[in-house]
């Protein structure tokens, strides 16, 4: 199980604090309000920066929002801790992931036919993955080892996933290697969306608590 953590460091934010500090209740209040709109808002801010590189659904990133909202099945998890902007912790959790989630083409093996296994992890760098030839012969022995192709998951739900790259090994029928990419964490802390994501936070988190101290003051 992975884990990824990102910590509020919003140095740009100390002229504001140092403000809120002078008008004391009001300036609490803000806080508090601010703190309220960062740990709700800010999954959907991170979701959006790895959604511009990477190529998988936000939904699938982002937690269910709103009172009432149903839990929903996810890439990863993701908890917020903190009472202060300066202490805020977001920390994401989660399994590497299989090219299902990276719009991994075919989604089923293809009846009788040879067929090329693609996913897009990164938005433009689609890659091979796999290849099947349909050249067993009923009755024929199982290959030393093969490429990447889809077997059954033996999911039957609505929802689910019913096939997934796995290796054959050997001729052992068991001796299988599920095909897994990258996870949530590592999309999060990657170097292609790391920098991007806590100028966001920075940016996102000074507007809110500008927008709440204006709004304690009656501005």
């Known amino acids: 199980m992975a884990k990824g953590s990102i910590t509020m460091r919003v140095e740009n934010l100390q002229k504001l604090l140092d403000q809120v500090q002078e008008i004391d209740e009001k300036g609490r209040k803000a806080v508090k309000a601010t703190v309220r709109d960062v740990k709700s808002r800010a999954p959907g801010w991170i979701a959006q920066e790895v959604t511009q590189v990477y190529n998988i659904k936000k939904s699938e990133i982002t937690p269910s929002s709103g009172k009432g909202a149903k839990p929903k099945k996810m890439a990863g998890s993701i908890q917020v801790r903190g009472e202060t902007i300066e202490e805020m912790t977001i920390t994401y959790s989660g399994r590497l992931l299989t090219p299902v989630h990276f719009g991994m083409t075919p989604k089923t093996p293809p009846a009788g036919k040879s067929y090329t296994l693609k996913m897009q992890v990164v938005k433009g760098q689609k890659k091979v993955i796999g290849r099947y030839k349909n050249t067993r012969t009923p009755g024929g022995p199982y290959s030393e080892r093969s490429h990447n192709i889809l077997m059954g998951t033996g999911n039957t739900k609505a929802d689910g996933v019913g096939y997934i790259p796995f290796q054959r090994m050997s001729r052992t029928r068991t001796d299988i290697q ?42």
């Not at 897994?180 to 920075?202: A, C, F, G, H, N």
């Not at 988190?205 to 009656?218: E, F, S, Y």
């Open 178 to 219: 599920k095909f897994t990419t990258t996870s949530v964490p590592q999309m999060i802390t990657s170097d292609k969306t790391s920098e991007k994501i806590m100028t966001r936070l920075q940016e996102e988190t000074a507007k809110r608590l500008q927008h709440n101290l204006d709004r304690a003051l009656g501005k």
